[in-house]
C-alpha cells in the first residue's frame, strides 16, 4: 500500500514571498501519478498541479511549480509571490497507473498555510 | 457546466437513522469515488465505481453502502448512523483510461456534505 506523508502541519508567509510545501511517500510502483490539490476556506478541493512519475520535468502552473525527486520519493510545492487568495489547506496525493480499476487517490494528511499581509 | 455536484451540503441526523447522500456529475466520467475529510486525517476513500451498475469497497467502506444504477449518479448511504461517521463527504469523478487514452486522469470533487451525527 502507498503512504503519504506531509510533515508541516502548518505553515505561514507573508505576502508576494515564497513559500516550499512538502510531501514525501511510499511506494514500490515505478509507474504512477502525483497531485497537488488546494482546500480553501470554502471547502472546494482544486486541482493545482500534476506530475507523472515517469517525466523528469518538474511540472508548472502559473505561480506554482514542483520538486519531484523520484529516487527520494519526494515530491515539493512551491508557491511564488504568495497571495491571500492562497490561504488554504494543501494536500498531496498519490495515483498509481493501474489496469482495470479505477485511478484511486491516497491523500497525505495536509498542510494548512497561511497568507499574511 | 455544473461539475460534480452533491446533494444536501449540510445534514443532521440521530444515531439510528439512515440517509442517502447523492452525487451526480455531468462530465460522463467513467469512475466515480467517495471520500470522508476527518480533522488532521486527509480524505479517505469509503468506495468508488468504475462505472454503471459496478461498485467496489474503498479503505474504510464499514458502515456504507453505494449505487451506480446511472453512470452520471453515486449514491452513498448510511443504513444506521453512528457518531463515529461525523464527518465531512466528498464526491468526485474522473475519466477512465479508456474514455480518455491516457493514465492519471485527475479527480474533480463537488463542494462536500458536512454530516454531524448526534
Known amino acids: 500500500a502507498q503512504t503519504v506523508t506531509q510533515s508541516q502541519p502548518e505553515m505561514s508567509v507573508q505576502e508576494a514571498e515564497t513559500v516550499t510545501l512538502s510531501c514525501t511517500y511510499d511506494?514500490?510502483?515505478?509507474?504512477?501519478?502525483l497531485f497537488w490539490y488546494k482546500q480553501p476556506p470554502s471547502r472546494q478541493m482544486i486541482l493545482v498541479i500534476r506530475?507523472?512519475?515517469?517525466?523528469?520535468q518538474n511540472a508548472t502552473e502559473n505561480r506554482f511549480s514542483v520538486n519531484f525527486q523520484k529516487a527520494a520519493k519526494s515530491f515539493s510545492l512551491k508557491i511564488s509571490d504568495s497571495q491571500l487568495g492562497d490561504t488554504a489547506m494543501y494536500f498531496c496525493?498519490?495515483?498509481?497507473?493501474?489496469?482495470?480499476?479505477?485511478?484511486?487517490?491516497?491523500f497525505g494528511t495536509g498542510t494548512r498555510l497561511q497568507v499574511t499581509l | 457546466n455544473a461539475g460534480v455536484t452533491q446533494t444536501p451540503k449540510f445534514r443532521v441526523l440521530k444515531t439510528g437513522q439512515s440517509m442517502t447522500l447523492l452525487c451526480a456529475q455531468d462530465?460522463?466520467?467513467?469512475?466515480m469515488y467517495w471520500y470522508r475529510q476527518d480533522p488532521g486525517m486527509g480524505l479517505r476513500l469509503i468506495h468508488y465505481?468504475?462505472?454503471?451498475?459496478?461498485?467496489a469497497k474503498g479503505e474504510v467502506p464499514d458502515g456504507y453502502n453505494v449505487s451506480r444504477l446511472k453512470k452520471q449518479n453515486f449514491l452513498l448511504g448510511l443504513e444506521s448512523a453512528a457518531p463515529s461517521q461525523t464527518s465531512v463527504y466528498f464526491c468526485?469523478?474522473?475519466?477512465?483510461?479508456?474514455?480518455?487514452?491516457?493514465?492519471?486522469?485527475?479527480?474533480?470533487f463537488g463542494d462536500g456534505t458536512r454530516l454531524s451525527i448526534l
Open positions: 506530475q507523472e512519475a515517469y517525466k523528469q
Open positions: 496525493a498519490f495515483m498509481k497507473q493501474s489496469t482495470g480499476t479505477a485511478s484511486k487517490l491516497t
Open positions: 511506494t514500490s510502483e515505478s509507474n504512477y501519478y
Open positions: 462530465m460522463n466520467h467513467e469512475y
Open positions: 468526485a469523478s474522473s475519466y477512465s483510461l479508456s474514455e480518455q487514452g491516457s493514465w492519471g486522469q485527475p479527480q474533480h
Open positions: 465505481s468504475v462505472g454503471e451498475g459496478t461498485t
